[in-house]
């Protein structure tokens, strides 16, 4: 036994994967998400059929009559009390309490032998105090998660038959063969309700949930789960690869570190993203080739006190206009090493090194390099989610300069330092945002 408990263990290490996102839905979650599944159920369950049922009975003085009862239909479902609790290390276990409803059913019977006496009535029925319990393990197929009824129990407790058109003692036989037959009819109708809808809704729809995103043909975002969901004390977590994968290689060059975030209990869903996450990301890109770019001098706004040109430059860097007086110029930024990203409690800083390259446009429109400054930048970012996207938000924090090559003799980087400085704050970050 201890054999086949540490050979599971070691299956389950194995098969694991740390993940780039996790997904959390606390239990202020999972209340709102039973609320609209529990609203859904009781669409499905209104005007739900009852099968029909027949048989054979014998009846004091009649003798043997043949019966049947048909057209039973379940209305006016009420689910008055209802809790979702998660079950550490397990699952998902719900209750709905005081359920009540009316059921209408048609009834018939005739008498075997001559003369073939024959009649038929209404019932009526009342069920009141009834509950549904309800099992749910979740798991993850494909990526995606999959739920499974591991338990499903219904315990009618009060059920009343009332009788529209027969005698007494032709009621009486009804009550004593059909109670029993309506409890379990009732029974089965609700709990293949539950499991159709989970089976073959629920779970369908989960398993079209992407789980890869293209990305401009560049990278591929894997979405999907990469183990099993995780239940705790009041939340489950959902994790995810989490990466970036370049195309069409399929390739990254990076194993995910261990990854825990912490729970909050005041929101219904978290989303918490590893620096695995954007190292991908900054890979993907950067072996791409996507980590540069070029600004010219019409993407920079009219109300921009310092524009592309070499006149505006004149009073922080004279040799440049000396040269070229008056002529458009082009900036290329270009990344020389993949940009690393840590997290902290205000957001994501990220810091990359590159290559500034300002250039001229001559009058021929051909463009000739005027200097190369090298560059350290760093930049902090935050994330928030407004209706269906995410989105992220980059703001300045520093840099550092030195000049690597000049085409225009040489000068202190100091003396545009303030003029780089306004560029990438009000030209640069606003562009990448």
């Given at each position: 036994m201890r054999v086949l408990l540490a050979l599971s263990l070691l299956i389950v290490t194995v098969l694991s994967v740390n993940p780039?996102?996790?997904?959390?839905?606390?239990?202020?979650?999972?209340n709102f998400a039973k609320t609209v599944a529990l609203e859904i159920l009781n669409q499905k369950l209104q005007n739900l059929a009852l099968p029909t049922e027949a048989g054979v009975a014998d009846v004091p003085v009649l003798g043997k009559i043949d019966w049947?009862?048909?057209?039973?239909?379940?209305?006016?479902?009420?689910?008055?009390?209802?809790?979702?609790?998660?079950?550490?290390?397990?699952?998902?276990y719900v209750t709905v309490q005081g359920i009540a409803a009316n059921i209408v059913m048609r009834w018939h019977y005739r008498r075997a032998d001559w003369p073939h006496l024959s009649g038929s009535g209404l019932f009526t029925i009342d069920l009141a105090s009834t509950t549904i319990e309800i099992r749910l393990g979740i798991t993850e197929v494909a990526g995606k998660p999959n739920l499974i009824v591991q338990a499903l129990g219904l315990n009618i407790g009060h059920l009343s038959i009332h009788d529209s058109g027969g005698a007494d003692w032709l009621y009486n036989l009804f009550i004593d063969i059909l109670k029993g037959l309506i409890v379990k009819d009732i029974e089965n109708a609700v709990s293949n309700v539950i499991r159709n809808e989970i089976d073959n809704n629920l779970n369908k729809q989960l398993a079209n949930l992407p789980v890869n995103q293209n990305i401009i043909n560049i990278a591929e975002l894997e979405l999907g789960l990469?183990?099993?969901?995780?239940?705790?004390?009041?939340?489950?977590t959902f994790p995810e690869f989490g990466e970036f994968i370049l195309l069409p290689n399929r390739v990254s060059p990076f194993?995910?570190?261990?990854f825990l975030a912490p729970v909050s209990s005041s929101y219904m869903l978290e989303l918490s993203i590893s620096p695995y996450l954007l190292d991908t990301a900054s890979w993907a890109f950067f072996t791409a080739g996507y980590m540069q770019g070029t600004i010219k001098a019409d993407q920079v706004p009219d109300t921009s006190p310092i524009q592309l040109?070499?006149?505006s430059w004149s009073t922080f860097l004279p040799a440049l206009s000396a040269k070229y007086p008056n002529n458009l110029m082009q900036v290329t930024l270009k990344a020389d090493a993949v940009p690393t990203a840590t997290f902290s409690a205000s957001g994501v800083t990220v810091t990359g090194t590159g290559e500034i390259d300002i250039f001229v446009v001559l009058a021929n429109k051909e463009v000739v390099p005027a200097f190369t400054l090298g560059v350290t930048l760093s930049a902090t970012g935050t994330a928030s989610v407004s209706g269906q996207k995410i989105s992220g938000k980059l703001m300045y924090l520093s840099d550092s300069f030195y000049l690597k090559a000049s085409y225009i003799g040489p000068f202190n980087p100091a003396n545009i330092e303030t003029l780089l400085k306004f560029a990438l704050s009000g030209v640069v970050i606003p562009y990448l945002n």
């Open positions: 780039g996102i996790q997904t959390t839905l606390t239990q202020n979650g999972l049947d009862v048909y057209d039973g239909v379940v209305s006016d479902i009420k689910f008055p009390v209802s809790t979702i609790q998660i079950v550490a290390g397990q699952g998902l990469s183990s099993p969901p995780v239940f705790g004390s009041g939340y489950a194993s995910p570190p261990p040109n070499t006149s």
